[in-house]
Structure formats: structure tokens, C-alpha cells
């Protein structure tokens, strides 16, 4: 119903709207009628005919028990029957790709007030126009596939592909060369790790985890052994299929038997008696898009060693979805490879050197995984920082106990230090060569990475708190805290568990100790 055929009431007319059969209450300046939906309400009718809701100004209890976004739905929006005389309404949604007023709800170069010296207008622009397309897009068919455990749309995949954006996922470089960027916001030569960033932290905004794998994750990782090993006409057909969404593919390196050890992995490829092909044989455990990859890029040992190769889904492929704690969206496979035939045209790098390729890649695939965790942690501080003011307990509300400012402390404190850690690498990835960053900076990501997924862990206990019982409830005040306990785990684990990547820093930092300094 448009607001302008909505009637105006005053207060005293409310009020006398006050009996089960006729019971209408105001929430921030709008009177719903709520007779018939009573029966209905999720949350029983005895709480609305306590004495304190029927004809009268509900907002502080309403507030105290939903989401806002509960009263944007059509269903709710309908028992809407006017608004009172000469108020206005004080609560409002964030409006599409609008930036957040609450403290600490956007990082800080995009706060009003504050400056950072690696943002320029295009990053800003890039912002504005990714946030838009993530509120037109993304928020309902993340929720939904969240939910449904089905993979992201079709139409989302192939609106990605119109704006380059699966392609901007794959960070700077040739790949970028002649596509138009997010409409042409942003020239291919400009592009840089800033722009990546700013588009793996929007791409997450919507709080589905598994959605978010499921959103072309395999291609970020698996594709870029394919760019930087595969022979040239191998590269241009698989970038063109799958950076325009019509193809999917994975990276296929975990086992059940090894996930970090890599060199422990027991998938074999064998080559034929004429050379021409390899045979491959073996599984591979927790592939991301496995099971609707088209695509994989399969790690294997081989005579000489581990050789990486890129295969096609056909004969002797089976991939099987492994359910996990987040969402079957992403795609998550157990596959087997039975006498797999593949062309040794389809080796990427050089035979034996396939560790090699796996690890370029490691870094960049960890960075994402930090882009993600800073910008997911500071929604959380957000949601915390919303509940905490609205909530009351024992007469005040939440945020005047100083042990839930504590935990918040706490928590902006780790959010923002992720972030800035964060931007401190990044920059350094600005200034680097591909080689420079496997040097420089493969401990500091790896011991990055090992830092922010232990904040969102601390962070994702603190917030449960917080929020009690909601906080492990799936529906309702508390629906994305649950979510984010129950899968920030996953952060710590992908591209390399917790502990493998700090003592990766540590050990690299040791090697790196002047052999003549003392105390
Ligand atoms: C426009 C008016 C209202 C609508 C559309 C509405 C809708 C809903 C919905 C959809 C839920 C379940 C979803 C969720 O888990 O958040 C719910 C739960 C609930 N509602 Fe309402 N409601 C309204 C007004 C009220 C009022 C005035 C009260 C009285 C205090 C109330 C008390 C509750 C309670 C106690 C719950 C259960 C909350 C929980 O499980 O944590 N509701 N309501």
C-alpha cells in the first residue's frame, strides 16, 4: 500500500482500538491493525493482549523482540492501516547502497571524517556501485540459497559476468585486459589489489557463508594454476568460459587423507604407454563448487613428483555433495576419480613442479580469505552495537553494562586491527611483483590470516553472549549471529588451517634471522 493512501490517526483515536477483536498498536509513528493477524503471530496472541500492547505505542517492545526488516516484508507490511498526525516516522532502514551511520559499521576510510592515504575516488566509486549491486541482487537470493542449500542463481552468476566482477575476483593483470569494469567505472590498467579488496569485503556483506562460496569461490582459486601455467590456448578458452559465468570450476587438492600436508596426498596420475594422456585415480574431499563444477584443477602425484592438471568433467568424474555446517550453496564435494583420461596438453607448470603452482596461488587465495573475515567481524561489531542499544535488561539498556562494553571493546578493537593489518599488506601487494609476494609476503599473510580468523572466532563467541539464547536461534533478532558461530570456523580451516599458518610465519622469520645477531 503506498503511504500516501494511508489515513491519519491521532493517538487518542488508537487508543480506542483496545479489544482482541479490534487491536491496533503504533510502531514508530505507524498504526498497524493487528485483529486478524493476532492469531497468526509467530509469537502467540497472549502477548499482544497483554495490557500493555492493545491501542497503545509498542515501539520499545517490538524493538526489543524483531528485526526491522520484519515490518519491510509484504505479508506485515499490509497490516500498515495509517500513521499518526503530525509524527514522523524515526526508524529507518539502510537505504540501498547506502553507507552505515553506526560507529564502526564501515571501515574507516569510508567514515565520514576520516582519511586513509590507499583509497582514491575510483576505489569509491567501485564501493558505491558494488554495495548497489549487492543490496539489488544479492541480499534475497543469499538469503534464500542460504536456506534452500541451492547454488547461487543463474541470473546472478551471468549479471557477475556482465560486470567483470568474477574477473575482478581474479585480481590485477592481463585477464582484465579489453573488459569493461563494473560498467566502466575503473580502467583494467588501473586495477589494483585495493579494488579487489573493496570487492571481496562487499561480496560477503550479505552474512550467508556458504552462499558465499558458493558464489564462484572454486573459480578465485582454482582458475589462476590455469593463468599462470596452462598452455595458451588451454588459458584463453577455460578464462573466456568460466570468467563469463558459463562455466564453473574448483580447485581439487584436499583429501580425506591430507589437507595441509600437501605432499601427503595420495591421488595418482599415470601416464600412458604412448605418453599422450594421463590416468588419473584417487579423491578428493571438501571441494568447493565440486559439485557443479564443470572444471577442476586437480593436484596428483606422478612419477616424479606432484603434478597439477587441469581435467574436465566426463567419464570416471563422480562428485557427491558433503554436507558441512554451512550451506550446500557452495557446493561442497566428495569426487572420485575413476581411470580418468585426460591430455598431458592439460599439465599446468611443469611436470613435478605441481606443488609450485598450488602454492603461487596460496597467497593471494589466504588475502581474500582475510578481505572476507575483516569485513564479516565488522558487521558483527555492528549488529552487536544495534542490539546492545535497543535491548533492555533489568530496566537499562544492554549497552549500560559495562561488561557488554567490554566484549564490544573487544571486538572493534580486533575488527579494526585486522583491517588495518590488513590494508598494510595489501599495499604492499600493490607495490610487488607476483614473485616479490611469494618472498615478502607469504609469512605476514599467513600469520595475518592466522590472526583475523582467531578475532572472528573470539568475536563470534563474544557476540553469542551477548545476544543469548538469539544467539543460537536461526530465525529473529539473533539469526545472523548464529550463522556466523556456526561457520566462522570455516575461515580457519580453508587455505590452510590456524596453526599451520603461523608457524608458516614464524618459521619464515626464522629463516630470515641474521646469523650474527645476538642479545
Ligand atoms: C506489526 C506487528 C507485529 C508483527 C508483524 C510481528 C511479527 C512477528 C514475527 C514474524 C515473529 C517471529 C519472527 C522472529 O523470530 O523474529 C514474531 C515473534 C514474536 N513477537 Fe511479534 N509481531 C508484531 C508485534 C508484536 C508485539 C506488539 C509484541 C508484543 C510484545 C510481539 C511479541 C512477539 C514475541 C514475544 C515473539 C517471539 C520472539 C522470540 O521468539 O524471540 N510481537 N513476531
Redesign the pocket.
Known sequence: MATKELKQFSREEVAKHNTPDDLW?I?DAKV?N?SRFKDM???GVS??L?EE?PGQD?TE??YS???HE??QKAQ?KR?QVGTIKGEEPVIVSQARGQLSAIPYAEATWQTQGYFSPYYKESHRQLAKAMREFVDDYLMEDALLHEEDGKPPSAHIIEKMAELNIHAMRMGPGKHLKGKTLMGGIIKPEEFDYFHELVISQELVRFMSRGYADGLNGGVVIGLPAVLNFGRPELKARIADEVLSGKKFMSLAISEAFAGSDVQGLKTTAKKTEDGKFWIINGTKKWITNGHFSDYFTVGCKTDNGFTTIFVERGEGIETKPIKTSYSSAAGTAYITFDNVKVPVENTLGAEGQGLFVILSNFNHERWTMCCASARTQRFIVEECLKWTAQRKAFGKPLNSQAVIRNKLAAMIARAESVQSWLENVTYQMTHMSYKEQATYLAGPIGLLKMYATRCAQDTARDAVQIFGG?GITR???GRVIEHYYRTVTFDSLLGGAEDVLGDLGVRQAIAKMPKNSRL
Open positions: 498498536v510502531i498497524y493487528l503471530h509467530p509469537g502477548v499482544l497483554d500492547i509498542v517492545a517490538f523482540l524483531h528485526r520484519i515490518l506485515f497490516l538469539r530465525t529473529g533478532m
